[in-house]
């Protein structure tokens, strides 16, 4: 029982989402840590105010608190745009300069000249239409 227990455990996907899941942990406190310290000043220094919390109304002796939901959406963006402009664009570049060189794989499908759909490359009748296809 034991023995596949640590089969299971020892496995790459699980070894690799555990790793995963403590780099995510970490990237995330550094990314809130970004957003509190850095961005949410300099959006106060040019805005004028650091923190909309205290914004709300009252109607029918509700009390609602719109001002939370501005700081959580600026606080949401800014994450967003950090992750963004930090990871995305560069793992996208590095990507797209690693594929280069590569040729472009094979297409496995072609445009119906009738419908226009997308049908496989050894069709000899479109499902769509049925228009019989040339070879």
Known sequence: MLKGFRQFLMRGSVVDLAVAVVMGA???????????????????????????SALSFELNGSHFQYGDFIDALIA???VAAAVY????????????RLRRGEAPPD?????????????????????????????
């Open 26 to 52: 970490a990237f995330g406190g550094v990314i809130s840590a970004l957003v509190k310290d850095l961005l949410t000043p300099l959006i106060a220094a040019i805005a004028g105010k650091p923190d909309f």
């Open 85 to 96: 402009f930090a990871v995305v664009l560069p793992m996208n570049a590095l990507t797209a």
């Open 107 to 135: 297409p496995t499908s072609k445009k119906c000249p009738e419908c226009l759909s997308e049908i496989p490359i050894a069709a000899r009748r479109c499902a769509f239409c049925t228009a019989a296809l040339s070879a």
């Open 76 to 78: 949401f963006l800014l």
